[in-house]
Nanobody, 127 residues
Framework: QVQLVESGGGSVQSGASLGLSCAIT????????MAWFRQAPGKGREGVAT???????RYSDSVKGRFAISQDNAKKTLYLQMNSLNIEDTAMYFC?????????????????????YGQGTQVTVSS
């Protein structure tokens, strides 16, 4: 059974940097991309960064040039380095994968599909 556990969130001031981690247990399907989503209060879930099955990395326009997604060689930890944070980056951040046959909470973003998410880690940016 796949489990995704995020860590590294916190409260920082505008302009600061923060790094998030997602520990992955269980076997991820080889056809699955990996991603970071975020959801701010009162807003929908937004995909901010993905790693495709061929290693291609994609970013939403809102974070391009400031955030960097990466993973370890064993694909057991997913990272998100966030630089130049601003108030609009305040949100709950989730890592995500795609599990074939799981028919719920499906999202398509940045060329990939996802349907399984961790519990999230909160990032709060203040001025």
């Amino acid at each position: 059974q796949v489990q995704l556990v995020e860590s590294g969130g916190g409260s920082v001031q505008s302009g600061a940097s923060l790094g998030l981690s997602c520990a992955i247990t269980g076997s991820i399907d080889s056809r699955s991309c990996m991603a970071w989503f975020r959801q701010a209060p009162g807003k929908g879930r937004e995909g901010v960064a993905t790693i495709d099955t061929d290693g291609t990395k994609r970013y939403s326009d809102s974070v391009k040039g400031r955030f960097a997604i990466s993973q370890d060689n064993a694909k057991k930890t997913l990272y998100l380095q966030m630089n130049s944070l601003n108030i609009e980056d305040t949100a709950m951040y989730f890592c995500a994968v795609y599990i074939p046959g799981l028919d719920e909470d499906w999202h398509y973003t940045l060329n990939c599909q996802f349907n399984y998410y961790g519990q999230g880690t909160q990032v709060t940016v203040s001025s």
